[in-house]
């Protein structure tokens, strides 16, 4: 069955830095786009950034367009976020997401808090 697992969340400072993984398993992965959201307390869960199966092509919410930079490695199953300048309206919960056979699949997502 198809399994997404993040990691990488944590705390940190405003303007730091961190880098989100998502392991996926269950279907080809190099054959699928991937895409990151995030949901705050209270606020609907919102879309980041997304992926091709082959990295050409990639797109941003413009929250975090020129902060946040997605990527994916197909050998190791694995989708990046890169988060820089993180400012506390970025604290959320961060989830990955893939679209197959007609199926939302969500991991169970990594926490992110940004606060001094």
């Known amino acids: 069955q198809v399994q997404l697992v993040e990691s990488g969340g944590g705390l940190v400072q405003p303007g730091g830095s961190l880098r989100l993984s998502c392991v996926a398993s269950?279907?080809?992965?190099?054959?699928?786009?991937m895409t990151w959201y995030r949901q705050a307390p209270g606020k609907e869960r919102e879309l980041l950034a997304s992926i091709g199966w082959s990295s050409g092509l990639t797109s941003y919410a413009d929250s975090v367009k020129g902060r946040f930079t997605i990527s994916r490695d197909n050998a190791k199953n694995t989708v990046y976020l890169q988060m820089n300048s993180l400012k506390p309206e970025d604290t959320a919960v961060y989830y990955c997401?893939?679209?197959?056979?007609?199926?939302?699949?969500w991991g169970q997502g990594t926490q992110v808090t940004v606060s001094s």
């Open positions: 269950g279907f080809t992965f190099s054959r699928f786009g």
């Open positions: 997401n893939v679209f197959v056979n007609y199926y939302n699949y």
